[in-house]
């Protein structure tokens, strides 16, 4: 399996080399035709990953508030389980 390993590495080396290669032209096709050019749809990647963000984060709250709540509830049915008797 050593042996592979060098043959490995070199199909991985042109592969990124085209991959670069064509990130580039398709950069260049953005910014001299009528596509949003890859700058503004970096930003608007972070962007939307900075509003996912806060998403989760407001998620995370509001499940943490619904298990407070389902608890408090449980423990309310349980008192008035205890004064009924």
């Known amino acids: 399996s050593t042996a592979n390993a ?4 070199a ?7 085209d991959r670069t290669t ?3 032209y398709s ?3 953005n910014s001299s035709g009528s596509s949003i050019p ?6 608007r990647i972070e962007e939307l990953e900075r509003e996912l963000a806060k998403e ?3 998620n995370a709250r509001l499940m943490k508030m619904t298990q407070d709540k389902e608890e408090l509830i449980g423990k309310l049915k349980e008192e ?6």
């Open 6 to 9: 060098p043959e490995d590495d």
């Open 56 to 58: 989760r984060q407001e």
């Open 11 to 17: 199909p991985n080396r042109y592969s990124r080399t």
């Open 27 to 29: 950069r260049d096709a």
């Open 22 to 24: 064509y990130s580039r």
């Open 38 to 43: 890859s700058n503004a749809l970096e930003k």
């Open 80 to 85: 008035i389980d205890l004064l009924n008797r």
